[in-house]
Antibody, heavy 118, light 107 residues
């Protein structure tokens, strides 16, 4: 069974940092492109970042460029999102999502809540 | 950047009703469109990919159509488990974009 479990969310002050993790199981993690997608409370879905199979191809939405870094460890079947310089507008549930192909997101984790507040 | 616009934002419908949701892309995107269903407190679930292909395990009452800039998701006979928010997404790009969502509510 395909499963992805996010962790690392929590309450952080503006300007602070958090590292999110997504532990994948039930599929050959290294064969799939991965994404982070977030959802602010009561709002819609917003794509955040993409990483290719090997980790060498990276993309970010404009609002997080220079602050967030996506990475992966295929040996550990894990995806990461290092978030620095956090702002109130980064408050959201963060989901890791697997790309079946062409960035159709066919499997999602349950999400981890990040709250940026003083 | 291509913008994805969904309409309506809310639909009030009854069990058994036919429901149609529209998604419009600001530029042509071929058939590179997905639809997702999201229930409160849950992760989104892929329903349709490549504009009209039904994801494995999704009931056949869901149907996607469209090409270029105009797309629709139709639920032929609404079931209790279909009440949710639906999002379209431009795919086939490293930087996908989502529509604003359509909430299907019980009348």
């Amino acid at each position: 069974e395909v499963q992805m479990v996010e962790s690392g969310g929590g309450l952080v002050q503006p300007g602070g940092s958090l590292r999110l993790s997504c532990a994948a199981s039930g599929f050959t993690f290294s064969s799939y492109e991965m994404n982070w997608v977030r959802q602010a409370p009561g709002k819609g879905l917003e794509w955040v970042s993409y990483i290719g199979h090997s980790g060498s191809t990276l993309y970010y939405t404009d609002s997080v460029k220079g602050r967030f870094t996506i990475s992966r460890d295929n040996a550990k079947n894990s995806l990461y999102l290092q978030m620095n310089g956090l702002r109130a507008e980064d408050t959201a549930v963060y989901y890791c999502a697997r790309s079946a192909s062409l960035n159709y997101l066919d499997s999602w984790g349950q999400g981890t809540l990040v709250t940026v507040s003083s | 950047d291509v913008q994805m616009t969904q309409s309506p934002s809310f639909v009030s419908a009854s069990v058994g009703d036919r429901v149609t949701i529209t998604c419009r892309a600001s530029q042509g995107i071929s058939n590179s469109l997905a639809w997702y269903q999201q229930k409160p407190g849950k992760a989104p679930k892929l329903v349709i990919y490549a504009a009209s292909s039904l994801q494995s395990g999704v009931p056949s009452r869901f149907r996607g159509t469209g090409y270029g800039t105009d797309f629709t998701l139709t639920i032929s006979s609404l079931q209790p488990e279909d009440f949710a928010t639906y999002y379209c997404q431009r795919a086939n790009i490293f930087t996908p974009t989502f529509g604003g969502g359509t909430k299907v509510e019980i009348k």
